[in-house]
Nanobody, 115 residues
Framework: QVQLVESGGGLVQAGGSLRLSCAAS????????MGWYRQAPGKQRELVAR???????YYADSVKDRFTISRDFAKRSVYLQMNSLKPEDTAVYYCAAIRVPANIWGQGTQVTVSS
């Protein structure tokens, strides 16, 4: 059974930083595109950042120049470095192996940014 386990969420003041980690097991980590999504209360889940197996990256406009996605093939992990956090970044953040027709999801980690 594929497992994605996130860690690193928490409470931070606006302007602060957090680093999310996602450890993957039982998937071909070399092949899968990996992504970070988030879901705020009352809103749809949205893609925040994606990294391909070839390390090409994509960022939502709302997080460009503030967030950085990276992956470590040896550690089978993907990371999201979040800087200059804003209250509107508050959400549950999910790691995903991006697949068709359906992603594989982690359990999520809460990020709360206070003003």
């Amino acid at each position: 059974q594929v497992q994605l386990v996130e860690s690193g969420g928490g409470l931070v003041q606006a302007g602060g930083s957090l680093r999310l980690s996602c450890a993957a097991s039982r998937i071909d980590f070399r092949v899968d595109d990996m992504g970070w999504y988030r879901q705020a209360p009352g809103k749809q889940r949205e893609l925040v950042a994606r990294i391909r197996s070839g390390r090409n990256t994509y960022y939502a406009d709302s997080v460009k120049d503030r967030f950085t996605i990276s992956r470590d093939f040896a550690k089978r992990s993907v990371y999201l470095q979040m800087n200059s956090l804003k209250p509107e970044d508050t959400a549950v953040y999910y790691c995903a192996a991006i697949r068709v027709p359906a992603n594989i999801w982690g359990q999520g980690t809460q990020v709360t940014v206070s003003s």
